[in-house]
DNA sequence: GAGAGTGTTGTAAC
DNA sequence: GGTTACAACACTCT
């Protein structure tokens, strides 16, 4: 499910539910899910949630925050006290049976509310950090797309230092961060360039114009909520409409939002990649 | 039913 | 050092 956009979407959503609450109780059901002695924490408040990179950090009133990346599959559900996710939505049959067989984790909040860690294929995991451990985390990663650290010159040269395919290094998170598949693929076709080029040789004004088309796609994702494709679809509070706007990402066939030109897929570096070969150069 | 594919990314291997 | 391939896991689609 998640990149930039739909972690954004999230931690949004979760702070306006769990600031200021208590984690009274967390149950771990996988053992890899969580990693860090989780009983240290019961107690504490959450204070806010915040967004670095893809990671989620949520700031406690202890020496221990908690982190978490979602990966693929990771998703957060909040339900209040009357069983209702995100404070919306009637109860739907799959929130009845929280937790589910998905759930990793639950927290156990104050005024009886609930947040879940479901994670399908558990390659997702929440921690908890020191400021220190924190620290090293964070400095994996290079500024978001979208900071104002992340500048023409920067990215330019950034690029110039490798002869992977573009979309390769567009989606290396020491480049930039938050940039996903399928904000990669429509951010190049709206630049039209070339999946494929080696980024290295691209040029000073493509190098530009495909940075202002990355930011640009990120912030139309946030606006929009983030992308829910496939069966992420249904869930609710947290379902986007990004998908609804995609310009090229799971659009074989269909036309090229630039020149109608049936859409392509191909294989870069074992990722699905949509392109149209006709405008993008 | 076998095999490929899935929005991520750390690590091992070339 | 740069780059690619694969693994972690569970499920859907062909």
């Given at each position: 499910m998640p990149e930039l956009p739909e972690v954004e979407t999230i931690i949004r959503k979760l702070r306006g539910h769990?600031?200021?609450?208590?984690?009274?109780k967390i149950q771990v059901?996988?053992?890899?899910?969580f990693q860090g002695n989780f009983a240290a924490i019961e107690?504490?408040?959450?204070?806010d949630v915040v967004r670095k990179a893809k990671l989620i950090q949520f700031v406690l009133d202890s020496e221990l925050n908690l982190l978490s990346h979602l990966k693929m599959t990771g998703q957060f559900i909040y339900t209040d006290k009357t069983n209702r996710v995100g404070g919306g939505h009637p109860t739907a049959d799959w929130v009845k049976n929280l937790?589910?067989?998905?759930?990793r984790v639950q927290f156990d909040l104050s005024d009886q509310a609930k947040l879940f860690f479901n994670d399908?294929?558990?390659?997702g995991w929440i921690k908890t950090a020191t400021a220190e451990q924190e620290e090293l985390e964070f400095l994996r990663y290079a500024p978001?797309?979208?900071?104002?650290?992340?500048?023409d010159e920067y990215f330019y040269e950034k690029l110039q230092r490798t002869g992977r395919p573009i979309k390769v290094a567009l989606m290396d998170n020491t480049i930039?961060?938050?940039?996903?598949n399928i904000y990669a693929c429509d951010a190049l076709n709206l630049s039209k360039?070339?999946?494929?080029?080696?980024?290295?040789?691209?040029?000073r004004r493509e190098s530009d114009r495909l940075l202002d088309a990355s930011k640009t796609v990120i912030l139309k994702g946030i606006e929009m909520g983030g992308a829910t494709i496939d069966n992420y679809r249904d869930v609710a509070g947290f379902s986007g409409h990004y998908q609804d706007v995609v310009?090229?990402?799971?659009?074989?066939n269909q036309p090229c939002p630039?020149?109608?030109?049936p859409i392509a897929k191909i294989k870069i570096a074992g990722r699905g990649t949509y392109w149209c070969p006709n405008c993008q150069k």
């Open positions: 769990v600031q200021g609450k208590k984690i009274q059901f996988r053992e890899k899910s107690g504490a408040i959450i204070t937790p589910s067989t998905h759930t399908q294929r558990v390659f978001d797309v979208i900071s104002p650290l992340v500048t930039v961060s938050g940039v996903g360039i070339s999946p494929l080029k080696p980024a290295k040789t691209l040029s310009r090229v990402y799971g659009r074989e630039n020149c109608s030109h």
